[in-house]
């Protein structure tokens, strides 16, 4: 399986759906929920100066950040006969605690990177359950609804398909000195989120692993965390 690569735009993607869906059509840098067809108008966010190695992107107001999560360009074919609801994607905010960021953000990357071969159209679907869930910030939840993806199946994700695969999602909390230090309304996280496509029949294709930096902000310190911005590097 070919290194995922990433582009970044206020309607970006992630690392993992290039390789899913670029397929030997794309241009520029690839990034995640973008698929590797369509027009390349996404830029790296910059960092602010850090003593560590972790380039954290600059804070930006919520529903404002650069980049968005997996699945922001799909396939636009039609959907699968099933369920609509991938396997394993039954992690919902209500289950964790709201008040712990770390929860929280392991919470919204496990939907955000949980996809079903047998349910889903493409990856796109899975920031749309994240959206629906209530993971993410009402301006970012809104953004990927409004997103009309460009991109056409891969031959990665046709691989999955053909498994009947979903993904198992490992994130692992990877953070250094670099990261900002967190207010009352706004916390950053940095993740490496493995993702594992298991099909039928013991079938395993290759893990894709992504590093991944997360904004979660809220408007009070009484109210629940939520994802606000997530960037691939």
Known sequence: MTSPRTRISAVAATVLTLGLLAGGCGSGDGGGGGGGGGEDVRTAPSAPPATGTGPYP?????????????????????????????????????????????????????????????????????????????????????????????????????????????????????????????????????????ATPEGREGWKGEPVVSAVYVQLTRATADEPWRVADVTVR
């Open 58 to 194: 600059t804070p930006t107001p919520t529903g404002t950040a650069s980049a968005a999560p997996p699945g922001t360009d799909a396939p636009t074919r039609p959907r699968p006969s099933g369920t609509g609801e991938a396997r394993g994607s039954t992690v919902r905010p209500e289950d964790v605690d709201p008040a712990d960021a770390d929860k929280v953000g392991e919470g919204a990357l496990t939907a955000l990177w949980t996809y079903d071969t047998a349910a889903d159209s493409g990856p796109h679907d899975a920031g749309l359950r994240a959206a629906d869930a209530g993971w993410l910030t009402e301006a970012y939840a809104d953004r990927l609804r409004a997103h009309q993806p460009q991109s056409v199946p891969g031959a990665q994700w046709q691989e999955w398909a053909e498994h009947g695969a979903r993904t198992a999602v490992v994130p692992e909390k990877t953070e250094d000195a670099a990261k900002p230090p967190d207010s009352e309304t706004e916390a950053w996280r940095q993740w490496t989120v493995t």
